[in-house]
């Protein structure tokens, strides 16, 4: 793929969120972890669907339906190329990395039987929690948690010894929301498949920081949300390892996913759209389809490294920093430093900080196990892009060091 | 004083700010004098829990009149809290239940009020209506 050499600036004046000011003060956006901001061109995609492609999509013979069915597919093989999965079949269009695992959990967790395991890992976001346990009680599976280290890396011998032929599907995050820690998912997902299991990856934080290619990761699942990869929000992608979907049930009932309905039976339709119940999120599609172009125009491991930076530059001052705790110090992590201060709750931070213009996340991040793992309340999350610069954590540090002189008085 | 005028200081004194930290800070300094409650008062049942930041409500009548007192884990809820208690304590039930918190808005911190904001506070007024509506019912 051909892309321009990398260039921060190149790309923030592509992003008009990023150009506003809010209270008097210029916009840092430090809360890409929960949702990143969008390019014009995704913009003006969506604006130019709705203006003259909007028309129902699969069904119609007329013009515009067919203008839209096309741009549709079109999203799905543009994703489909870019995490490198073998053709269209394999994508199917989601609500998001929350939907995408609830349909995994729903269908593939029909198969589950009593007494069956499901492993997760202790840095799990909710999303990844909570439909496991649903299926647990409607299957009477078990789930099992790997437990991870205070520095915030899986305890891979722990993970090992929990293996066995009763594992059934491993669940894990690719990237931690809340820590930031890259797992090893290459290893663990070999070692899974040695034990006949499979595996799903939540890739919700890393699409929009890692080149991804599900074949030579080899997992049988991966999900993501449009709106943290620079797409719109209501859209996102499970794919799925063709073999697999093609043994899986419907997960909802409703137009497009049938082939022949009858009152006595309905059969259903192909790959994949038979998990694509009911008239999708055609725009987020398409916008989904024109954020991961936008990706395909960057130098991704450019930006990785540029991102890797500002982790590290930032992590290293904050580290200074007398009472501050950084939560999440894995080997290889990119994009997140939490913290919490001593004495300080993180909501008072993040407070402080939104009224000096700076934008960053307090709380548990949707990941309350891990906060009582390290026996907190939450932190303060600082989590980057690729369009975020070490001027801006500068100026993030100072209203950091404002605030806590103002606390601290 | 009645409660339009209590609410009518807190504004005036806050006219004095046009800098968000210094009015940050002001509730900041407000949070850290509003006494702690004690222990023995954080109970299972007087806690309020937000996504954010807990609060903890105790509630007496004196004389006919409400007393609160309260506490947070967060010192800018807990500041506001302090307002809230400023311009609520020694009222009668009646007049909490039906009490305009207008100043709130006036002094730009509305956002701490919106149940999106989930540091408790919302609920926290809610449960001092409802206290007062249960001394009313008694």
């Known amino acids: 793929m051909e892309h321009s050499p990398f260039s921060v600036s190149d790309i923030r004046a592509q992003f008009p969120a990023l150009r506003q000011k809010v209270y008097g003060k210029q916009l840092i956006y430090f809360d890409n972890g929960a949702t990143s901001q969008k390019p014009q061109v995704v913009l003006d995609t969506l604006a130019q669907y709705y203006a003259l492609e909007n028309a129902n999509i699969h069904r119609g013979v007329h013009y515009l339906s067919q203008q839209a069915t096309s741009a549709y597919e079109a999203a799905r093989r543009t994703i489909q190329k870019y995490i490198g999965a073998n053709g269209p079949e394999e994508i199917i269009f989601t609500k998001g990395t929350t939907d ?3 349909l995994v959990a729903f269908s593939f967790g029909e198969r589950l039987k009593p007494g069956d395991e499901i492993l997760i890992s202790a840095m799990e976001h909710h999303s990844n929690i909570v439909p496991w346990q649903l299926l647990c009680e409607r299957k009477g599976c078990v789930l099992r948690v790997i437990p991870i280290s205070k520095k915030g890396e899986l305890d891979l011998a722990a993970f090992e010894q929990m293996l066995s032929e009763r594992t059934k599907l491993l669940a894990l995050t690719h990237i931690s929301n809340t820590l930031g820690t890259i797992n090893p ?9 040695q034990v006949g299991a499979k595996v799903l990856l ?8 890692l080149s991804i290619d599900v074949k030579d990761l080899n997992c049988d699942f991966y999900t993501f949300s449009g709106h943290k990869v620079f797409g719109p929000t209501g859209i996102g992608i499970l794919y799925g390892k063709e073999a697999l979907l093609d043994t899986m049930p419907p997960y909802q009932g409703g137009g497009d996913m049938i082939s022949k309905v009858t009152f006595e039976r309905s059969t259903y339709n192909t790959l994949p759209l038979k998990f694509e119940a009911g008239t999708p ?3 987020g599609a398409i916008g989904l389809g024109s954020a991961i172009s936008f990706l395909q125009s960057i130098d991704m491991q450019a930006a990785a490294a540029h991102e890797l930076e500002l982790t590290k530059y930032a992590q290293g001052i904050l580290d200074t920093f007398e009472g501050l705790n950084i939560i999440g110090e894995a080997k290889n992590k990119t994009s997140v430093v939490s913290f919490t201060i001593d004495q300080m709750h993180p909501f008072d931070i993040g407070t402080l900080l939104d009224k000096q213009g700076i934008a960053v996340r307090t709380g548990h991040h949707c990941t309350q196990p891990l906060m009582d793992f390290y026996q907190i309340p939450g932190t303060v999350r600082a989590s980057f892009a ?4 070490k001027e ?5 540090v100072a209203a950091l060091e404002r605030s806590m002189q103002i606390l601290g008085a | 004083m009645t409660i339009q005028e209590k609410q009518q200081e807190i504004i005036d004194e806050f006219a004095i700010y046009d800098d968000w930290m210094d009015k940050y800070e002001y509730i900041i300094e407000l949070g850290k004098s509003v006494p702690t409650l004690a222990p023995e008062l954080k109970t299972q049942d007087r806690i309020i829990e937000g996504c954010q930041s807990n609060v903890w409500l105790a509630t007496e009548i004196k004389d006919g009149k409400m007393q609160f007192s309260a506490d947070s884990d967060a010192i800018i809820t807990k500041g506001i809290i302090g307002l809230l208690i400023q311009v609520l304590n020694n009222e009668s039930p009646e007049t909490v239940l039906k009490s305009d918190l207008f100043f709130i808005a006036q002094i730009g911190l ?3 009020l919106s149940p999106t904001r989930a540091n408790g506070l919302l609920s926290m007024v809610k449960r001092m209506k409802t206290e007062a509506l249960q001394s009313l019912a008694q």
Not at chain 1, 202 to 209: E, K, L, M, R, T
Not at chain 1, 392 to 396: C, L, M, P, V
Request: aromatic share 8%; hydrophobic share 40%; charged share 20%.
């Open chain 1, 185 to 193: 998912v290459k290893e663990l997902i070999a070692k899974a498949h």
């Open chain 1, 100 to 102: 995408s695992i609830n």
């Open chain 1, 386 to 389: 690729f369009y975020n610069t």
């Open chain 2, 110 to 112: 509305a956002e701490h």
């Open chain 1, 202 to 209: 939540d890739g919700a934080q890393s699409i929009q920081h």
């Open chain 1, 392 to 396: 801006e954590i500068d100026t993030f």
């Open chain 1, 281 to 283: 999120h055609i725009a």
